[in-house]
């Protein structure tokens, strides 16, 4: 069994910062792109940001320049910095990963359970 778990969402003023974390457990061979999607009420589930096995990172516009994603291999993790929030970031943040439990075959898609960041004064 493979598990994703988010950490590190909250409350936060316009202007301020979170880091999230996401750790992927379990029958583990390799992990491609990891990524954060978010969705708000009402509103269909959208890309924030992905970066492959390799660090290639890839941004949806509207977090450009303002969220950084990164990943440690060593810990099967994945981290969201967010800067400089605003209240249209205010969402449900879930993690993805492409991950291969064998090192035969295509890899599995795999998602959190999300964590909540809501960015109001």
């Known amino acids: 069994q493979v598990q994703l778990v988010e950490s590190g969402g909250g409350l936060v003023q316009p202007g301020g910062s979170l880091r999230l974390s996401c750790v992927a457990s379990?029958?583990?061979?390799?992990?491609?792109?990891m990524g954060w999607y978010r969705q708000a009420p009402g509103k269909e589930r959208e890309l924030v940001a992905d970066?492959?096995?390799?660090?290639?990172?890839n941004y949806d516009d509207s977090v450009k320049g303002r969220f950084t994603i990164s990943r440690d291999n060593a810990k099967n993790t994945v981290y969201l910095q967010m800067n400089s929030l605003k209240p249209e970031d205010t969402a449900v943040y879930y993690c993805?990963?492409?991950?291969?439990?064998?090192?035969?075959?295509?890899?599995?898609?795999?998602w959190g359970q999300g964590t909540q960041v809501t960015v109001s004064s």
């Open positions: 993805n990963a492409d991950i291969h439990i064998t090192y035969r075959g295509t890899s599995w898609d795999y």
């Open positions: 970066i492959t096995s390799i660090g290639t990172t």
């Open positions: 379990g029958s583990i061979w390799r992990i491609d792109t």
